[in-house]
C-alpha cells in the first residue's frame, strides 16, 4: 500500500514542474500573434484613450504577443496601471503557483483526520487571490489536483489501493 500523503506531496512537485514547463511554453512570443489587428494598431502608435487600451487588453487576455506589444505601448504612454490589470509577469505566476503548492503542503501536514487539500472543491480555498495571478493556467491545473468526486480520510484511508 502507498501512503496517500507521499502520493500527494510527490504529485505537487511534479505539479510545480509542469506548471513552470507550460508556463514558459505559454508566455513564449509567437509570430502568428504578430498578425493580428490588435497588434498592428499598437505598433502605429496611435494614441489611445485608457477606455480603448483597456478593452484592446481585455480582448487579448490569452495572447501574450500582443499583451507584451501592449505592454511596451503603456510604457510609452503612461498607462502602466491599466496594463497591469491584465498582464502579469511569468515570474509573478510562478510565484502565485509556487504559494499555492506550499500552501497545499501546508494542509496536506496539517490535517491529519481529514486531507482534502488536493480535492477539487477544495480549490478556491487553496489557491485564493493567486489564481487570478496566474491566469487561464490557474483553471487548466485546477483539473490536474485530483478526481472530482474524491475526498479521503485518514481513518478510512483505503482509494483505489491508495492508503
Excluded at 505592454?71 to 502579469?88: E, K, L, N, T, V
Excluded at 491566469?135 to 475526498?151: E, H, V
Excluded at 479521503?152 to 483505489?160: E, G
Amino acid at each position: 500500500m502507498i501512503n496517500l500523503r507521499t502520493v500527494a506531496t510527490a504529485r505537487l512537485g511534479q505539479l510545480e514542474q509542469e506548471f513552470k514547463e507550460d508556463l514558459l511554453k505559454r508566455t513564449a512570443p509567437n509570430g502568428a500573434e504578430l498578425d493580428s489587428a490588435d497588434f498592428r494598431l499598437l505598433s502605429s502608435g496611435l494614441p489611445m484613450s485608457t477606455a480603448e487600451f483597456s478593452a484592446l487588453c481585455e480582448r487579448n487576455a490569452s495572447n501574450e504577443t500582443v499583451l507584451r506589444a501592449a505592454g511596451s505601448y503603456a510604457a510609452q504612454h503612461d498607462m502602466i496601471p491599466y496594463f497591469r490589470q491584465y498582464y502579469r509577469t511569468p515570474t509573478e505566476r510562478v510565484d502565485a503557483f509556487s504559494h499555492i503548492i506550499k500552501t497545499a503542503r501546508v494542509a496536506l501536514d496539517a490535517q491529519r483526520q481529514y486531507c482534502s487539500a488536493l480535492d477539487p472543491k477544495h480549490w478556491a480555498c487553496v489557491t485564493g487571490d493567486d489564481a487570478k495571478v496566474i491566469g487561464p493556467s490557474a483553471d487548466y491545473y485546477k483539473g490536474k489536483t485530483g478526481s472530482s468526486s474524491t475526498t479521503w480520510s485518514a481513518r478510512d484511508s483505503t482509494i483505489n489501493g491508495v492508503v
